[in-house]
């Protein structure tokens, strides 16, 4: 079962609403990070002032509470599919800790793309789902990528 995980600005820049901050977009607001099932049921929400990062302070509290949800909703095993601001070292330890296969992206501001690629083409098991498609997928553990 797949679960996304995000966070988004909301726009509150004409408000004195508490929690109104500067976020990574430039835009004054709240930085809710929401877990979606697939098909798009929400099964965690968590308002943050605009200027906090999505792995902040009770983040990995947060990501337990979902997967308990999840698992009360279906016996499916379940598959984080997250952005890069979630690449973190301890949240990856709980998931494997905890059993659940994961996909965090990589941060291509970091990250050259052609790296990943050549990373995706020594590394991962390739198919061809139709033509003039090829995936890679495989599994790799690394600290961090050179380029």
Known sequence: MRIDTNSTILDNSDTK???????????????????????????????CPGNHHPLHEGALDFHAVVRV????????????????AFDDVALMAARRGA??????????????????????????HAHSPRPGKIVYTGCIRQEELSG
Do not use: Q
């Not at 508490?18 to 965690?44: D, I, N, Q, R």
């Not at 999840?70 to 890069?84: G, I, N, Q, S």
């Open 69 to 84: 949800r999840v698992r009360k909703l279906t016996k499916a095993h379940p598959l984080w599919v997250d952005d890069a």
């Open 99 to 124: 059993g659940d296969s994961f996909i965090t992206r990589h941060n291509l501001r970091r990250e050259k793309p052609e790296v990943l690629i050549n990373l995706a083409r020594r590394e991962g």
């Open 17 to 47: 609403k508490e929690g109104v901050a500067k976020g990574y977009t430039g835009v004054l607001g709240h930085a809710p990070v929401c877990s979606f099932l697939e098909g798009g049921l929400v099964v965690g929400a968590k308002l």
